[in-house]
T-cell receptor, first 110, second 114 residues
Framework: DAKTTQPNSMESNEEEPVHLPCNHS???????IHWYRQLPSQGPEYVIH???SNVNNRMASLAIAEDRKSSTLILHRATLRDAAVYYC???????????FGAGTRLTVKP | NAGVMQNPRHLVRRRGQEARLRCSPM?????VYWYRQLPEEGLKFMVY????????ESGMPKERFSAEFPKEGPSILRIQQVVRGDSAAYFC????????????FGPGTRLTVT
């Protein structure tokens, strides 16, 4: 399985944008990039996914590098409720399981 | 539409006992996945099931662990003769189809083995 590399932790101030990076240099052509987040004591929650083009939804934006070897999850205005562990996951469309790494623990300061 | 439900939310077992964890997928979802999360670690895939079939169990320990998803009723993850190392949070997720992009996770069952 292709692996992802994320920083262990990041900090942000409330109401400021947050850019969460993810490296995936061994990504294959059929791997989708997924982001999930896990709030304390809860199950993971889907955030966004993409293949080649940048994606936007109500929660976040996903910026994918042209060579697809890295991506960035963008939270446009961090709130205290965005404090969570964010997981970047590569998922081949032919596999339905997801391989979670250690993720990035985001702390949001008021 | 109720979300994925798991019960119990907390389970305490003594070493050597059996643990049964239940997962009811979202309505209309026929694909279920089980993950285990050890303290301070990410989730690890265990098994993927469709109704009455195990599709991928590559993440399941070879012994003591089993999973089923019967035609009627919830999916069950069974751990026999539990040991302290089985203490973890166990999450179940469901999706409507094989090609669905999003998995919906339950709140998890926190198993403590004493």
């Amino acid at each position: 399985d292709a692996k992802t590399t994320q920083p262990n932790s990041m900090e942000s101030n409330e109401e400021e944008p947050v850019h969460l990076p993810c490296n995936h240099s061994t990504i294959s052509g059929t791997d989708y990039i997924h982001w999930y987040r896990q709030l304390p004591s809860q199950g993971p929650e889907y955030v966004i996914h993409g293949l080649t083009s940048n994606v936007n939804n109500r929660m976040a934006s996903l910026a994918i590098a042209e060579d697809r070897k890295s991506s960035t999850l963008i939270l446009h205005r961090a709130t205290l409720r965005d404090a969570a562990v964010y997981y970047c996951i590569l998922r081949d469309i032919s596999n339905n399981d997801m391989r979670f790494g250690a993720g990035t623990r985001l702390t949001v300061k008021p | 539409n109720a979300g994925v439900m798991q019960n119990p939310r907390h389970l305490v077992r003594r070493r050597g006992q059996e643990a049964r964890l239940r997962c009811s997928p979202m309505k209309g979802h026929s694909h279920v996945y089980w993950y285990r999360q050890l303290p301070e670690e990410g989730l690890k895939f265990m098994v993927y099931l469709q109704k009455e079939n195990i599709i991928d169990e590559s993440g399941m320990p070879k012994e003591r662990f089993s999973a089923e998803f019967p035609k009627e009723g919830p999916s069950i993850l069974r751990i026999q003769q539990v040991v302290r190392g089985d203490s973890a949070a166990y999450f179940c997720a469901s999706s409507p189809t094989y090609t669905s992009y999003e998995q919906y996770f339950g709140p998890g069952t926190r198993l403590t083995v004493t």
